[in-house]
């Protein structure tokens, strides 16, 4: 999905995205959400030209790594990714919690990976990983928050980790809305933009400026679709 033509051709600035409602998603051949709104609102207040791949969160971290693409959007800054590049100032704020269908009964972190309850997350997700990282019991592989609440009323995972405002939105939107959830909170992430060290060693200043810019754009309603 190209976006924006503006000044010369090695100007050009690869980005990843995934679908992730409602802060970046595909609908009607264009890509929407706040935060989708915000990155090409800085991306025009610095008038680079900019190129957007829409694919899944695994496969875009895989060509941020690979040198495919110069940056991807929108992932917190963790471990998994140091090394590769930094992350511009958050543009939003996400409470990530686990989920859990019916009576099952909230249990601790330790008990989760001592007793080997099943657990999921969005395939190739900052959750995810961590989960594969820690010694989680991790079954499957669903590509979004649907899959997810479909694994939970399937009973086919005691608890998933999911972004509360995704799996909300998945919640309401579905046959389950009316379903029983618990759900016990895990933590807050900044999500942003993650640049890649090759890309910023030849953008000399890029980062600071395009912080600027998103600043700018995040108190703008121009930043609002």
Request: with cysteine; proline share 3%; net charge negative.
């Amino acid at each position: 999905m190209s976006c924006k033509t503006a000044v010369a051709e090695e100007t050009l600035i690869r980005m990843a995205t995934f679908n992730s409602v409602p802060h970046h998603y595909v609908k009607d051949g264009r890509l929407n959400g706040y935060v989708a709104s915000v990155v090409r609102c800085s991306l025009d207040q610095l008038e680079r030209q900019y190129v957007v791949e829409v694919s899944d969160p695994l496969d875009g971290k895989l060509r941020l790594r690979a040198g495919a693409v110069d940056a991807l959007f929108a992932i917190e800054e963790s471990f998994y990714h140091n090394g590769h590049g930094h992350l511009s100032k958050p543009i939003v704020y996400e409470k990530i919690y686990w989920y859990a269908s019916g009576g099952q009964e909230p249990v601790s972190a330790e008990q989760l990976v001592a007793e080997q309850y099943s657990v999921s997350a969005i395939y190739g997700s900052d959750e995810w990983e961590y989960l594969q990282s820690e010694g989680y019991r991790v079954v499957k592989r669903p590509r979004d928050s649907d899959a997810l609440l479909e694994m939970l009323t399937n009973r086919q995972a005691n608890f998933v980790l999911a972004e509360s405002v995704s799996f909300q939105k998945a919640m309401e939107e579905s046959e389950f809305k009316n379903w029983r959830f618990s759900k016990v909170f895990s933590r807050e992430v900044g999500l942003g933009v993650f640049f890649s060290n090759n890309f910023l060693a030849a953008s000399p200043g890029f980062l600071p400026s395009f912080n600027e810019a998103l600043t700018s754009c995040l108190s703008s309603r121009s930043a609002v679709q």
